[in-house]
């Protein structure tokens, strides 16, 4: 805990944070990383049928962009999805 609050305060040097700001930074921070490891394991099935190409970059991690020659499957397996998560959700 003492590393978030030496860390938030160095940071946004010269301002003074309180507790609840340095609180709230913390969970945005862990909120960011909880979310981009699920986005990480949630593209790998649209890589795998390859409706998206994966380039691995070191400044900026993963980056995806649509396959185009398989556009319409992925636009059907979205619909597919979708539906099934709708219908799902009404029972």
């Known amino acids: 805990m003492t590393r978030e609050v030496l860390g938030y305060s160095l940071c946004f040097l010269p301002a ?3 507790v609840e700001a ?5 969970l945005l ?16 099935c649209p890589v795998a049928r390859e409706y998206l190409h994966q380039t691995d970059s070191v400044s ?16 059907t397996f979205l619909d597919q999805a979708m539906r099934s998560r709708h219908a799902s959700r009404t029972r």
């Open 22 to 26: 340095i609180a709230r930074s913390r």
């Open 60 to 75: 900026m991690g993963a980056i995806f962009r649509v396959n185009l020659n398989k556009l319409e499957e992925a636009r």
């Open 16 to 18: 003074a944070g309180s």
């Open 29 to 44: 921070s862990e909120r960011v990383h909880r979310t981009r490891r699920e986005m990480q394991k949630d593209s790998e």
